[in-house]
């Protein structure tokens, strides 16, 4: 697992303004804010994070489309995991135990779930949503 050197616990946020996604690390008695990822095309909507692989997950929006990507917290291997049929993904949740992401998208107005390695996309509810958005996962519960 690959993470950032004395960064053990941290916030993550994504700043629509600024169209980036940020950390700010809980490790030190100062808190000051770190940009992870920064778009010039798209914009970070919703992030989480997989202490399994050390990766953060995050969906955002662009010009026409959506998509959802990770990558590192040391901003390396940055890869898209769903692009095509993703318009306005707005939430999403890592299921750590069961390896799979599961978002919200308010533009196909639908809830859907993928493996975290971007196989075995998935709808789950496609009908009566008018714009889905954030989504939490009861990992206990099941």
Same mark, same amino acid.
């Given at each position: 697992m690959i993470q950032i050197a004395g960064v053990t616990k941290f916030i993550l946020f994504a700043d629509a303004e600024d169209? #980036?996604?940020?950390?700010? #690390?809980? %490790? *030190?008695? !100062?808190?000051v804010s770190q940009t992870l990822f920064k778009g010039k095309i798209f914009q970070p909507t919703a992030l989480d994070f %997989? @202490? *399994?692989? /050390? +990766? *953060? !997950? $995050? #969906? &955002?929006?662009?010009i026409g489309n959506g998509g959802i990507s #990770?990558? $590192?917290l040391n901003r390396t291997s940055l890869k898209t995991l769903f692009f095509c049929n993703v318009q306005? @993904?707005? /939430?999403?949740?890592i299921d750590h135990g069961g390896r799979n992401? !599961? &978002?919200? %998208?308010?533009?196909?107005? +639908?809830?859907?779930? /993928?493996r975290l390695d971007g196989t075995s996309r998935r709808v789950l509810i496609k009908d009566g949503l008018e714009q889905p958005r954030a989504i939490v996962l009861a990992a206990k519960i099941g």
């Open positions: 169209n #980036s996604a940020n950390y700010i #690390s809980l %490790d *030190v008695n !100062y808190y %997989d @202490p *399994v692989e /050390g +990766r *953060v !997950y $995050f #969906s &955002w929006t662009g #990770s990558a $590192f306005i @993904p707005e /939430g999403l949740a992401i !599961y &978002w919200t %998208d308010s533009g196909t107005k +639908r809830i859907e779930v /993928g």
